[in-house]
């Protein structure tokens, strides 16, 4: 940062005088501009820091014209669906519609093992409830939504494939974002995607300006493909699902109520797709184990394991093994990224 400092300030001369309202303010004239005045636009809202600042700055530019949409795709955390409705209605008063699809999305991803086919599957199934949301809004306003808005960052395009028109045909793909390289090639809505060369802090003072709550902007990032790639191999075998959210919800809820909710980036379990003996009530058990994970970072391309004390750790795993049925062996990841990504798919 130093040499950079140095070099574009003192070798160059440029002046230090961008801001983030040019950032607002450029991205309502685009939009603006590309959406016409009797045009409606569709967006993705997960209820995450990303699509609800991207939603909140669309609504600024185009008012009613935009429809959320919620999805319920049956991968969402513990009491997800009712803790993000709820906020959206009292604190931002965004209109959306909240759709249940989780049988069409857990269906699909019925015997699916492979992260990469689990990631396109969800990002057809996305597109899929938006064409028939779509499909409803035609019937209701007599013409057809041409655009979906979505959260897209910039992580989010790097890891998914080479930056646009860089001509770099060597660099790999780390992982397909849903809304990125997961997105079927036929989809017929046109995209925009207003913090699609943004990093996430940069989201979270942009959202700032918004007058986003807090209590968005604060939250931990969540996968789009939600629990999906937090079980690994099958989503739909046995009770996986519900047991990660119940150990997701213990480990962060013992995060926030040791006051480290706000240094932590991001911090989650994960279902592992082994099974180990162990001993509970002096009785032999056969059951699964799950990891934790929480990392440090600056803007998600890079990230640190945190370190937790001794007697946070032993507490949460007393409590996980103690009230989460199934489960009686916890671990915990302490690789940082790279040579890890953040999520384990």
């Not at 574009?8 to 303010?25: R, S, T, Y």
């Not at 965004?94 to 992260?115: H, M, N, R, Y």
């Not at 119940?246 to 240094?263: M, T």
Request: charged share 25%; aromatic share 8%; net charge negative.
């Amino acid at each position: 940062m130093e040499t950079l400092h140095c070099f574009l300030f003192d070798v160059c001369g440029i002046k230090a005088d961008w801001k983030m309202q040019d950032v607002l303010d450029e991205e309502i004239k685009t939009i603006q501009n590309m959406v016409g005045p009797d045009e409606h636009v569709i967006c993705a809202l997960s209820g995450g820091v990303d699509s609800t600042v991207a939603a909140t700055l669309v609504h600024k530019a185009i008012g009613d014209r935009l429809h959320c949409v919620f999805v319920d795709n049956g991968l969402l955390r513990y009491k997800e669906r009712e803790r993000v409705m709820s906020t959206f209605e009292s604190d931002l008063h965004l209109p959306v519609t909240c759709v249940d699809a989780s049988e069409q999305f857990l269906s699909k991803l019925k015997g699916i093992k492979d992260p990469e086919q689990k990631r396109k599957i969800i990002g057809r199934e996305f597109i899929a409830v938006f064409d028939d949301f779509a499909h409803e809004l035609e019937q209701m306003i007599g013409k057809r939504p041409e655009y979906l808005v979505q959260g897209t960052l910039y992580p989010d395009v790097i890891e998914s494939c080479p930056p646009p028109g860089s001509g770099r045909t060597h660099s790999h793909t780390i992982k397909s974002h849903h809304n990125v390289g997961g997105l079927p090639k036929d989809m017929k809505l046109k995209l925009i995607e207003p913090l699609k060369l943004l990093f996430k802090d940069e989201v979270r003072k942009l959202g700032s300006i918004l007058n986003v709550p807090d209590s968005f902007l604060k939250r931990h990032p969540f996968p789009g493909p939600g629990l999906a790639v937090r079980v690994l191999g099958d989503v739909t075998e046995g009770n996986a699902l519900e047991v990660l959210r119940q150990v997701d919800e213990i480990f962060v809820q013992a995060i926030k109520d040791a006051g480290l909710y706000d240094i932590i980036w991001q911090a989650f379990a994960v279902f592992l797709p082994v099974q180990t003996v162990g001993v509970q009530g002096d009785q032999r058990t056969h059951s699964n184990a799950v990891a934790l994970r929480a990392i440090t970072s600056e803007d998600g391309m890079t990230a640190d394991w945190y370190y937790f004390q001794h007697e946070f750790l032993v507490d949460v795993v007393n409590k996980i093994c103690n009230n989460v049925r199934g489960i009686n062996r916890v671990c915990q990841d302490i690789t940082s990224k790279p040579p890890a990504t953040v999520e384990w798919e």
